[in-house]
């Protein structure tokens, strides 16, 4: 019985690497653990009720490792259509403290952020250095979300 506390609706191609084919999803995966492994339930080419799979996910592609079991080599190049079950989860984002302080000084509460705004608001401030414009998106990012709410 497999257990899980996430599915995601997943798609992509399949793709043979050093000898071995692999699933690259069509978006990569972003704000899950990676690195883990999970349950793939294949719907299409084939229907595959649970493929364990090793989740990969690097700067700019998430790959899904066959663990055990062998992908058709024919099947190359075939789009894949499936569910993910990941026993672990979706990771909670981390706040920086600097953009903590700010919001809690502004009396913006960061534990109402959905997932998703969450994680674009702090890849956006991630891409800054210390400095004055990581400062100045701090004051940008608090002042949206004081706004917002």
């Known amino acids: 019985m497999r257990t899980s506390v996430g599915e995601l609706a997943l ?26 492994s999970g349950t793939l339930c294949l719907t299409q080419p084939v229907n595959v009720a649970e493929l364990p799979v090793r989740i990969l996910t690097f700067d700019d592609v998430t790959v899904l490792s066959p663990l055990g079991a062998v992908m058709p080599q024919a099947a190359v190049g075939t789009a894949w259509r499936g569910s993910l079950l990941m026993p672990h989860g979706s990771r909670p984002p981390a706040i920086p403290d600097d953009l903590a302080r700010a919001a809690a000084a502004a009396g913006v509460d960061t534990g109402n952020w959905s997932p998703a705004e969450a994680r674009q608001l702090l890849t956006f401030l991630g891409e800054a250095g210390p400095g004055p414009v990581r400062t100045e998106r701090i004051g940008l990012i608090v002042t949206a979300l004081a706004a917002a709410s």
């Open 11 to 36: 798609r992509g191609r399949l793709e043979r690497r050093e000898g071995q084919v692999l699933l690259v999803l069509d978006e990569r995966l972003s704000g899950y653990d990676t690195f883990l």
